[in-house]
């Protein structure tokens, strides 16, 4: 009999099964399918090992740079290319995001680089929006920046930039998961944007994400190695469909599998199409790292990554090749054929050699509704992101462990 059962080898699953792993409880990890890592995966494309879902975590917190310092990764945490990500808006050419922004909300609507994109009446509507007192701070971050700041604000600069982020809109993501003390500084500053301008200037220096040299997928294969060396019987190949076929011998359970405590709502597929192409002109990055795109824009995608203006390592990597990575909602009809042209849209360059392409897909899960009794980590209760995945599994474990 195991202590602990973990269901679900994603990320979530692996940390906290190594965490308990690490304080000497027998635990056993089962994985319906034969890999572990959930979306963090690996691919190679035109010869090049590659990110196949996520290649970059949020620093805030520390919790995943602790994580990969104890599992001997510290120095391979990378930081990407200095510079802003860029907006593809509605209309007319890509421009930089705004300088003084968290999450696209603007610490000043009649900023120069804010007007360039929602234009003087939407930047004016918000200013004066924002100067009335504060009452209470709604749930969603798209009620509180519409009520501060207006419609356009959202839907021409917010969005795009959440979506990015979160994959979510505005709209439906809780201001507490947007920022956890978003709400605090609203109120005590005042505004919104008062509030941006606090946060900004108490966040640490530097970039707000980092990756890892080779990939985030190395991720995977470290955690895997680490709780079997600290004794953790790992089963792939094993589904669980329901709690009760672990019966007695399973210990305590922790679920990291969508739709094995509770039914599982539909989630949203998302679809990331790679590219490694030759291309000169690239060198120069005329788009930074990358962009985020507006709902009604004239593409497909909603977000481009330069992966290779962006990675050092992986620059290095492609040997005077580009790797380029766009994502969309919407599964196109041909996905690479749609990608191709929807990158030499918003890069402003033609792309007439494609050494290689990949397609992925994934269903990133709805937030479920588990019920109390149940012990869940995960993105289905802690939201997208590693950072807050890996903080929730860790802070799950240390509880597991505190009783």
């Known amino acids: 009999m195991s202590d602990f059962s973990v269901v679900g080898g994603g990320v979530g699953g692996l940390v906290v099964a190594r965490r308990l792993a690490a304080s000497g409880a027998t635990v056993t990890l089962f994985e319906a399918s034969d890999h572990l890592g959930g979306t963090v995966a690996r691919h190679e494309v035109g010869g090049i090992g590659l990110d196949a879902g996520a290649e970059s975590f949020a620093v805030r917190g520390g919790g995943v740079s602790a994580l990969l310092g104890e599992l001997g990764m510290q120095e391979d945490i990378v930081a ?36 360039r994109v929602v234009g003087l009446a939407a930047a004016e509507q918000a200013a004066l929006l924002d100067a009335r007192p504060v009452d209470d701070v709604p749930a969603t971050l798209g009620a509180l920046v519409r009520g501060r700041m207006g419609d ?13 982020v979160h994959s979510q809109h505005p709209d439906e993501l809780a201001v507490a998961r947007a920022h956890p003390g978003l709400a605090d500084a609203v109120v005590s500053a005042g505004s919104l944007g008062g509030a941006v301008a606090r946060l900004r200037a108490a966040a640490p220096p530097g970039a707000a994400v980092a990756g890892i040299r080779g990939g ?29 076929a672990l019966g007695a011998l399973g210990g305590t359970v922790i679920v990291a599998a969508p739709g094995v405590a509770a039914p599982a709502a539909p989630g949203r597929r998302i679809d990331l199409v790679t590219l490694v192409v030759e291309q000169d002109e690239l060198d120069a990055a005329p788009r930074g790292t990358g962009l985020l795109v507006a709902a009604g824009a004239p593409v497909g995608a909603r977000a481009l990554t330069h992966a290779t203006a962006k990675w050092a390592w992986l620059r290095e990597a492609a040997a005077g090749r580009h790797v380029v990575r766009l994502s969309y909602d919407e599964t196109p009809a041909d996905p690479v054929a749609a990608a191709v042209a929807d990158a030499e849209a918003l890069l402003g360059v033609e792309l007439p050699i494609v050494v290689d392409a990949a397609h992925v897909f994934w269903m990133r899960p709805a937030a479920a509704s ?3 009794e149940v012990v869940a980590v995960g993105e289905t209760v802690a939201g997208s992101g590693l950072a807050g995945i890996v903080a929730h599994a860790e802070r799950t474990a240390a509880d597991l462990l505190a009783r």
Do not use: C, E, K, Y
């Open 152 to 164: 356009d604000m959202v839907d021409l600069l917010v969005a795009p930039v959440v979506h990015g």
């Open 80 to 115: 990407p290319a200095p510079g802003p990500a860029w907006l593809q808006p509605v209309t007319g050419t890509a421009v930089p995001l705004p300088a003084t922004a968290l999450l696209g909300i603007p610490s000043d609507p009649l900023a120069d680089d804010v007007v």
């Open 216 to 244: 985030i997928n190395r991720l995977v294969p470290a955690l895997a190695d680490d709780f079997v060396r600290r004794g953790g019987d790992l089963r792939l190949g094993t589904r669980i469909d329901h709690l009760g």
């Open 370 to 372: 588990v019920p109390s």
